[in-house]
């Protein structure tokens, strides 16, 4: 683990544009699992609706928190937030 527990960002309301991040993600395919990082600036947060892949409810909606980040080289990459994702903040 990179960091302290204090550097932890419990949730997503307390980003703001600016605040430079790292991101931690648990990825497991599967029996194989391994976590990745992504640092980067904090350009937006959203909360964005989409459909599942097989039938429910017309009017239920499911939602998922992303974060657009600005990488150091400029490059910009979408993270989705799940309950194994971990928000610090970059030294």
Same mark, same amino acid.
Do not use: N, Q
């Given at each position: 683990?990179?960091?302290?527990?204090?550097?932890?960002?419990?949730?997503?309301e307390?980003?703001?544009?600016?605040?430079?991040?790292?991101?931690?993600?648990?990825?497991?395919?599967?029996?194989?699992?391994?976590?990745?990082?992504?640092?980067?600036?904090?350009?937006?947060?959203?909360?964005? /609706?989409?459909?599942?892949?097989?039938?429910? /409810?017309?009017?239920?909606?499911?939602?998922?928190d992303?974060?657009?980040?600005?990488?150091?080289?400029?490059?910009?990459?979408?993270?989705?937030?799940?309950?194994?994702?971990?928000?610090?903040? /970059?030294?």
């Open positions: 683990m990179i960091g302290s527990e204090l550097d932890t960002i419990p949730c997503i307390e980003l703001k544009p600016g605040d430079r991040i790292e991101v931690e993600h648990r990825v497991t395919v599967g029996s194989k699992s391994w976590i990745t990082r992504t640092v980067g600036t904090v350009v937006r947060t959203e909360r964005v /609706a989409h459909g599942l892949h097989f039938d429910r /409810a017309p009017d239920e909606k499911t939602y998922s992303v974060i657009l980040l600005e990488l150091p080289d400029g490059e910009l990459t979408t993270v989705t937030l799940d309950e194994f994702t971990v928000i610090r903040r /970059a030294r």
